[in-house]
């Protein structure tokens, strides 16, 4: 069973432009969150979503950013006209179906840098 | 509000010794779940152990254990015969219950660098 999977490990956009992250949950997993670790700090929650729907946004910040769960393929978190602020690791986890489940598996990450 | 403290930026230990990390929480909800989360230089975030808050047993998983005090809202990480793959930075995290479980997003602490010696 694969982990979370995200893509790109890397990305580098300039100022302006807009980021696409790409978050694919482990099988069976249709709970899917979304955390922003600054540089030399901890993960900060952004949104929780299942499937087609957006549980708890409280965390977005209110203006660029945005996240959508569709009912084929991955969880996308999505950035508009990045500024130089929104560099840091947006990390991914998934949680299983299951009545009572509460682990949170982590994917790798996407380093966004800002240039 | 619900929140999750660490109040060790950086610990160090000796190789083969125990070291402990601290942690502090607040949360007025009853029934609620505390993480201990590994971040090694490769910044995957690895679960090492979990403790569901209606259990009064503390959790154990091989050289970690936890030392969890509800009255107190102590979650302390034990880490017995430390080795080198250890070194790493570790997060406490607290499973938030709101809205009668309506999210389940998790909230950390700041974190904490262990540095294992040789």
């Known amino acids: 069973n694969a982990g979370v999977m995200q893509n790109p490990r890397h990305l580098v956009r300039r100022r302006g432009q807009e980021a696409r992250l790409r978050c694919s949950p482990m099988?069976?997993?249709?709970?899917v969150y979304w955390y922003r670790q600054l540089p030399e700090e901890g993960l900060k929650f952004m949104v929780y979503?299942?499937?087609?729907?957006?549980?708890?946004e409280s965390g977005m910040p209110k203006e660029r950013f945005s996240a959508e769960f569709p009912k084929e393929g991955p969880s996308i978190l999505r950035i508009q006209q990045v500024v130089r602020g929104d560099s840091a690791a947006y990390f991914c986890?998934?949680?299983?179906?299951?009545?009572?489940?509460?682990?949170?598996?982590f994917g790798p990450g996407t380093r966004l840098t800002v240039t | 509000a619900q929140t999750v403290t660490q109040s060790q930026p950086e610990m160090s230990v000796q190789e083969a010794e125990t070291v402990t990390l601290s942690c502090t929480y607040d949360?007025?909800?009853?029934?609620?779940?505390l993480f201990w989360y590994k971040q090694p230089p490769s910044r995957q975030m690895i679960l090492v152990i979990r403790?569901?808050?209606?259990?009064?047993q503390n959790a154990t998983e091989n050289r970690f254990s936890v030392n969890f005090q509800k009255a107190a809202k102590s979650f302390s990480l034990k880490i017995s015969d430390s080795q080198l793959g250890d070194a790493a930075m570790y997060f406490c995290?607290?499973?938030?219950?709101?809205?009668?479980?309506?999210?389940?997003?998790?909230?950390f602490g700041t974190g904490t660098l262990l540095a294992v010696q040789p």
């Open positions: 403790q569901e808050a209606y259990k009064q």
């Open positions: 099988k069976g997993h249709s709970h």
């Open positions: 949360t007025s909800e009853s029934d609620y779940y």
């Open positions: 986890a998934s949680s299983p179906d299951q009545q009572g489940a509460y682990e949170q598996y």
């Open positions: 979503l299942q499937k087609e729907n957006i549980i708890d």
């Open positions: 995290a607290l499973r938030a219950t709101l809205w009668g479980g309506a999210t389940n997003k998790l909230i």
